[in-house]
């Protein structure tokens, strides 16, 4: 659906995105993250042809968005990091005024209104959006992005800001259009949501690409995995100690093996057995500090 090639976007002297390639696949949900100036946001406003690169090429659909951009953009919904609303509007008429822009029929867009005000959970249609919480806002700022019914959705921190419910809510919903068939690109802090909703990760260091890939595939090459065993002697023993039980945390399979054996042979109570893989954010915070 996307496809970066050879991407480069200077700003005078300062590279913002250096010699990226990228692939958005169709049906599927790419999060890209990265520092503060990693080139997240110039990436993405590239992708929606707001931004031209200096150099490389945008493809977004088979079309070069540098000859075809407002073909392509019919396709497309972008849903900046900072989209402030027109506050002497009501909801409706705020998503009113859009679809005239975007030229969908008076009873079309009252339809999609109505779907997008339900699925979305704003009750408040006739509420000026000026009187809006932070979350319902943002959830007008969504609804306006879906409104045309776009196939690709370009989604700059779609939660950044929200309390903890009205997040999770906005990416539960991405999960939702994706089964729709949408095609979602997002960017975001919360390294939890985007292992939690996105196909592919691509993080971003300095304007470049580090890797772009499935969770699997990233805990695979990149993570670690360690073991926890937590037991109970009564001899004292050389092991960290938490709430009266002795507690073995290792990489080592060997060593689990070993204390395993010695929790048998000397009759030791195994109170747990547990193995955790590297998080997301354990992947990125060993990335960007190398």
Excluded at 169 to 197: P, Q
Excluded at 212 to 237: H, P
Excluded at 255 to 266: K, P
Aim: glycine share 8%; aromatic share 6%.
């Amino acid at each position: 659906m996307i496809k970066l090639r050879g991407v480069t976007k200077l700003y005078k002297d300062f590279a913002a995105v250096k010699d990226l390639d990228l692939d958005v696949d169709k049906g599927e949900i790419l999060g890209i993250i990265g520092h503060n100036g990693a080139g997240k946001s110039t990436t993405l406003k590239m992708m929606v042809g707001l931004v031209s690169p200096t150099s490389g090429s945008v493809e977004v659909m088979g079309r070069d968005m540098a000859k075809d951009a407002l073909h392509v953009k019919r396709f497309l919904g972008y849903l900046p990091e900072d989209s402030p609303l027109y506050e002497n509007m009501t909801v409706s008429e705020y998503l009113r005024f859009f679809s005239e822009l975007y030229g969908m029929p008076s009873k079309k867009a009252d339809e999609r209104i109505g779907l997008l005000l339900g699925s979305l959970k704003l009750p408040e249609r006739n509420k000026l959006t000026g009187e809006l919480s932070k979350g319902m806002k943002r959830k007008v700022s969504i609804a306006r992005a879906l409104l045309h019914d776009p196939d690709i959705l370009v989604l700059d921190e779609p939660s950044s800001g929200l309390d903890p419910l009205t997040s999770f809510f906005i990416v539960d919903y991405l999960r939702r259009l994706r089964a729709e068939g949408k095609t979602i690109v997002l960017s975001a802090h919360n390294l939890f949501h985007v292992e939690y909703v996105c196909d592919r990760v691509a993080i971003l260091k300095n304007g470049k690409l580090l890797v772009c890939d499935s969770m699997a595939n990233i805990r695979k090459s990149l993570g670690k995995r360690e073991y926890e065993v937590k037991f109970m002697s009564g001899q004292r023993l050389d092991y960290e100690k938490e709430d009266g039980h002795y507690i073995l945390r290792t990489a080592d399979l060997g060593e689990v093996a070993a204390i395993l054996r010695d929790i048998s042979e000397n009759d030791w109570a195994l109170v747990d057995l547990s193995m955790r893989e590297s998080a997301l954010e354990d992947i990125y915070v060993r990335l960007m500090a190398e």
